[in-house]
């Protein structure tokens, strides 16, 4: 199966910028449409941001729209999440999971196959 490493996670004050990473291995990730999901504890995962595979289509939710930026750089198998201006309210865990570009695009998290383990962004002052 499509493996997915996130990384780039931490503890960032109010306002300060980070930048998520989604690696894969073993399988070309130009093949997948890549979404980025978040979750706190006892909630259900929400998208966050998704792309299309070849980038040509992007996915924001309306909280992160303007302070988020998802790309990707399929040569070196990574997507990243930049994620600047953040609030409190987006402290969660972050995910990045993968969807077969030929099930067609969606930015719904019942709707990918894949997932990563998860990384804790966490903005507090």
């Known amino acids: 199966q499509l493996q997915l490493v996130e990384s780039g996670g931490g503890l960032v004050q109010p306002g300060g910028s980070l930048t998520l990473s989604c690696a894969a291995s073993e399988f070309t990730l130009d093949y997948y449409a890549i979404g980025w999901f978040r979750q706190a504890p006892g909630k259900e995962r929400e998208g966050v941001s998704c792309?299309?595979?070849?980038?040509?289509?992007?996915n924001y939710a309306d909280s992160v729209k303007g302070r988020f930026t998802i790309s990707r750089d399929n040569a070196k198998n990574t997507v990243y999440l930049q994620m600047n201006s953040l609030k409190p309210e987006d402290t969660d865990v972050y995910y990045c999971a993968a969807r077969s570009f030929i099930r067609g695009y969606v930015c719904s998290p019942t709707e990918y196959d894949y997932w990563g383990q998860g990384t804790q962004v966490t903005v507090s002052s």
């Open positions: 792309i299309s595979r070849n980038g040509g289509s992007t």
